[in-house]
């Protein structure tokens, strides 16, 4: 493993990413990093991805990551939860990352979409511009809108309006009229 104390979990992160394309399990990187990189710098000590896995197969990705060193633990969401699991993996230094098993209303092509950007000499696949903003008003927390109003302000005029549209109304219709609370400020 890279890391070599606490306060690294993007490095933990670049690890975990080794073990899932050895795998060849889809992933993007959300959360605090890729807020960084849609033009929202705030600090954030932890790393989070989503990974496009059936929930069935969180099992044998939990063996995976505990046989290559990791430390593990698999918290399945009630049927009521968006988030049907979350893997969360560490190491001594009690760095983590947190990798989401599915989020409901998210976009298949989610994926399809996310973007490489270089990181600590290699590359990371993180969720694209309107997918994040999506995602962050279906959450709907303080922080999310926050983030979802910064990453609109900071690209406007790069956003594609109507993929951002119907991805926030696959996410319901408090996600819909959210965005467009965002969009007309």
Known sequence: MRTVGPGQ?????MDAVGVLEMEKIDYAV????????????RASL?????????IQQAPALERKFRGAGF????NRGDPDDPIPAVLGIGDSFQNR???????????????AR???VPFQGASL???GREDFVAMKVFAGGPQDVA??????????????????????????????????ELLAS
């Open 9 to 13: 979990s993007a490095l933990l992160l």
């Open 30 to 41: 959300i959360g605090g990093m890729a807020a960084s990189v849609h033009g929202v710098v």
């Open 46 to 54: 932890d790393a989070d991805a989503i990974v496009s896995l059936p």
């Open 71 to 74: 430390r593990t633990i698999l």
């Open 97 to 111: 990352v947190d990798l989401l098993v599915g989020l409901r209303g998210l976009d298949s092509a989610a994926f």
């Open 114 to 116: 996310a973007v490489e």
């Open 125 to 127: 696949r993180f969720i």
């Open 147 to 180: 983030d979802a109003e910064a990453v609109i302000g900071a690209g406007r005029t790069a956003l594609d309006t109507a993929l951002l549209r119907r991805l926030a109304k696959q996410f319901g219709r408090d996600a819909a009229e959210l965005l467009e």
